[in-house]
């Protein structure tokens, strides 16, 4: 493996990401995509999923023989529901159920949806992936809804208190609770819709469901930074394959890994796309 290290001596991390990309189709035979983000780096440009990394999706893709399947190797906070759906939606529509999830470090919130959406999720003991209940403004779309419950619960059981829970949830702007409820059932949509593109099949139902309420529901998970281990997401159900029983895999997975943090230290970038031909692309800041 490179470590960091010694990536940071060699001073080209570009070359070593583009180098242990090409090992890592050479040594499955399948077509690789790096979609990495900065989030953990830098605090500036554009760190989450959105709308324009399709445009990056369609580049990699761009003449590459897509019989080969796909390993997506994933870094990325979440973002845009809209943008993820859409994304998932490409990706399968290219290589059908044919795409692995590889995640070195963490795939958090909508990169957790685009996960699920693969036959396989490849971790390793320090990986993580996150819950998906949506945020809005920043705000868990979950927490309002059960905000609005509670207060109409003792608005009914003690009318005093309305002038209070009047007070509070002035905070927020006007249908901000239908717009909480319409974004969670969305989501719900999207997971099962993931779910069901490769990884289980219409008869797998239950484990869907217990799948859907463990990383929407927030009853368990808690709060949505929570970091979901290997271990965890595979009690949950989720198809997940350790890196480390295959040794020269995993030490390739983080020299990409390590070669990715270096570049965005040394470089204004805040997002990385490649494949294993050498395409790379990537989003500066100023």
């Not at 050479?26 to 989030?39: A, P």
């Not at 796309?273 to 050498?278: R, V």
């Amino acid at each position: 493996m490179a470590s960091y290290t010694e990536i940071e001596k060699e001073n080209n991390p570009k070359t070593t990401i583009i180098k242990y990309t090409q090992e890592l189709h050479e040594k499955t035979g399948r077509n690789v995509i790096v979609y990495y983000s900065g989030w953990l780096t830098v605090d500036d440009g554009e760190l989450s999923i959105e709308s324009m990394d399709k445009n990056g999706f369609i580049d990699l893709i761009n003449n590459i023989d897509e019989s080969k399947g796909l390993d997506l190797i994933l870094h990325t906070p979440g973002g845009s529901v809209s943008a993820t759906e859409s994304i998932i939606d490409y990706l399968h529509a290219v290589f059908g159920d044919d795409i692995r999830a590889i995640i070195p470090q963490m795939a958090m919130s909508a990169g957790t949806m685009i996960a699920c959406s693969c036959k396989e999720i490849l971790m390793g003991k320090q990986s993580s992936l996150g819950p998906v209940d949506p945020q809005i403004y920043g705000v868990p779309a979950k927490s309002v809804i059960e905000e609005f419950e509670l207060a109409k619960k003792e608005i009914e059981e003690n009318p005093k208190s309305t002038p209070y829970w009047t007070i509070l949830l002035k905070k927020y702007p006007i249908n901000f609770l239908f717009e909480c409820k319409n974004t969670m059932e969305w989501a719900r949509d999207i997971l099962e819709k993931a779910l069901k593109y490769s990884m289980f099949k219409e008869d797998n139902q239950d484990k869907i469901d217990k799948i859907i309420s463990e990383l929407i529901s927030g009853d368990s998970t808690k709060n949505h930074s929570r970091n979901l281990s290997a271990a965890k997401c595979k009690k949950i159900g989720l198809n997940i394959k350790c890196i480390e029983k295959d040794e020269e895999l995993s030490d390739i997975i983080l020299s990409i890994h390590n070669a990715c943090i270096s570049y965005f230290y040394r470089e204004n970038s805040s997002k990385i796309y490649l494949n294993q031909n050498g395409t790379f692309l990537s989003y500066n800041f100023e």
